[in-house]
């Protein structure tokens, strides 16, 4: 989690011109010649791995969804949204997965799972709503100061309520308001 992290910032602060596609193969590249020697090290006995059809098939699914489906949408979502919206990725990824577990294989979902996956998605809405209201509220420092600049004081510039503010989705990237400060 903590490279993911990394890995997610030093993406968002140096990209490039190349394609999701290559992005996500040289990745998976990377990882797999990272693994080579820690299965060469690990496993003595190669014999004895001999998957069944149900575990092939969980890998044949794995690969496309997780590697051709998922890593390019959330290099997209990294390449075009905030950080603090494209880092919930890897909270929302469990709660997916024990639904989609009950959806196509049948398992069983405890009460600790959905109080756990409840307690995920709350942190993930309120670290949304939180954002958003960042959002809103620089967005709205610098309306007031482009018309305090434009010879308006500022006493006279009047601050929506709350419930006014614009919709997420109408709002500008966070990044479009650089030289803007919140104190």
């Excluded at 090290?41 to 997780?66: C, F, N």
């Excluded at 294989?105 to 799972?113: D, R």
């Excluded at 018309?147 to 500022?154: D, I, S, W, Y």
Aim: charged residues 10%; proline residues 8%.
């Amino acid at each position: 989690t903590f490279s993911w992290s990394l890995g997610s910032i030093y993406a968002r602060k140096h990209s490039t011109n190349t394609s999701l596609l290559m992005s996500v193969g040289l990745q998976n590249l990377a990882a797999g010649l990272a693994l080579v020697p820690v299965c060469l090290l690990t496993i003595h006995d190669w014999s004895a791995i001999q998957p069944s059809p149900k575990s092939a098939m969980a890998l044949v699914y794995l690969v496309l969804m997780g590697t051709m489906t998922a890593t390019p949408c959330y290099l997209y979502v990294l390449q075009t949204m905030p950080v603090s919206v494209s880092s919930t990725f890897a909270y929302v990824t469990p709660v997916l997965t024990l639904i989609f577990g009950r959806m196509f294989l049948g398992e069983p979902i405890s009460q600790t799972m959905i109080v756990g996956a409840s307690i995920i998605l709350a942190g993930v809405i309120l670290v949304q709503y939180i954002n958003y209201r960042l959002v809103a509220q620089r967005q709205i420092l610098a309306a007031r100061a482009e018309v305090t600049l434009e010879g308006l004081p500022a006493s006279q510039v009047a601050l929506p309520a709350p419930e006014v503010l614009p919709a997420p989705e109408e709002l500008p990237a966070p990044e479009l308001q650089k030289g803007v400060s919140v104190r």
